[in-house]
């Protein structure tokens, strides 16, 4: 049997069905100087894996798409593709399509480019239970419909509708929906412009194994 694929990807698309985001992963790549070894170092990667999501051939998570968002110093947005007049600053429910990486499904709530990156978040049930993640920055997070288990540390709390967390991202944090038809979160993160990645690890906190590399 074959393993599962690293970070929770999925398979991609056939060949002829490109995703938008594969040819911007490389052009914003390019765009940053880097090349695919030193862009696949940073990122916690291995080159033919990210090889493989410029090419379309492997969906990426989430978690993910933050991290490569930090090491091009851009956002989730523009590695997608979405544009923005940059004047504007009211964004319509109704214009925003909703991007599914890694299980989740999210849609922007604020406009490219600025400190900040606002997301509204469905998690469903039973995806990515044990990934931890750990980067520089902060995040806020407010759950809208359903319950959330919050695992900051080594404490774990259950949120409910209209509860909200805001904690500094540093700390080894996972998320996971504890209501069978998921939850749906409004998400809001700094996107600091830090050459060191994202850091998640499979597991629980304090679990893994010294020198390993990033599960994100």
């Known amino acids: 049997m074959r393993p599962n694929p690293p970070h929770d990807e999925a398979a991609g698309p056939e060949a002829g069905d490109l995703p938008a985001f594969a040819p911007r992963m490389r ?11 030193a862009s696949a170092r940073r990122a916690g990667l291995s080159p033919a894996h990210l090889s493989r999501l410029e090419t379309g ?3 990426p998570s989430l978690p993910l798409l933050l991290t490569l968002a ?6 989730v947005g523009e590695l997608l593709g979405e544009t923005a007049t940059a004047a504007h600053s009211v964004v319509r429910g109704a214009e925003m399509d909703s991007v599914d990486a890694g299980g989740w499904r999210y849609w922007q ?16 049930r039973g995806t990515q239970r044990d990934l ?13 419909r359903g319950e959330l288990r919050l695992t900051l540390g080594q404490v774990t709390e259950r949120l409910d ?18 209501s069978a038809k998921g939850v749906d979160l409004l998400f809001v993160h700094t996107l600091l412009r830090s050459p060191t990645a994202d850091l998640c690890v499979n597991g629980l ?6 020198g390993s590399p990033p599960q994100c």
């Open 161 to 178: 509708p209209g509860d909200s967390a805001h904690f500094d991202s540093l700390t080894p944090h996972r998320l996971e929906a504890v």
């Open 132 to 144: 931890v993640r750990v980067h520089p920055g902060e995040e806020w997070i407010h759950v809208q």
């Open 109 to 124: 709530a604020g406009r490219s480019g600025r400190a900040m990156q606002a997301l509204r978040v469905h998690v469903p």
């Open 205 to 210: 906190p304090g679990h893994a194994a010294h």
């Open 57 to 59: 051939k492997r969906q």
């Open 70 to 75: 930090r090491v091009y110093g851009t956002t």
């Open 27 to 37: 052009l914003l790549r390019r765009r940053s100087g880097l090349s695919l070894e």
